[in-house]
């Protein structure tokens, strides 16, 4: 009997609203904790690896075929805010930025990618994240608008 296999990473990243820098250290690893407890068990979506700044994170997970990318982000980013504001980490409303980037990446680049993800802080401690943001998107071939809302 026939069977469809499928194996697809996605690396995505997004920014805060406004890339506000909001993820505060008191918070960043349970926030990091929850995000990948609802990645993993509402969407059975694995999660390879999860970091980031105080404006934005990266993560680098293996697709589950019965649901799209951006069904899963914006029920995530929605979730994760909400998380966020009923716990009162910050002063200020909590919100993700709209937009994201989603890329999908070949097995042989997953330890590449992973090293990329774990390494955030000290990449952006020379890199903004719009120049982040521009140069994968040139390497990914995508068109840079710059991250409105």
Sequence with gaps: MPSTLTKIWIHTFFSTKNRAPLI?????SPLFTHIREHLEQ????YLEIINGTPDHVHLLF??????????????LKGESS????????????FAWQRAYTAVSVS??????ITRYIA????YHGTVTYLEE???????????FKGLTD
């Design 119 to 122: 390494r955030q802080k000290e």
């Design 82 to 93: 909400h998380w966020i504001n009923s716990h009162d980490f910050i002063d200020s409303k």
């Design 42 to 45: 509402d969407f059975r979506c």
């Design 133 to 143: 943001q521009r140069c994968l998107c040139s390497l990914h071939r995508l068109q």
């Design 24 to 28: 505060l250290p008191t918070y960043e």
């Design 107 to 112: 097995d042989p680049m997953v330890k590449v």
């Design 62 to 75: 293996f697709l589950n075929p019965n649901h799209a990318v951006k069904d899963i982000l914006k029920n």
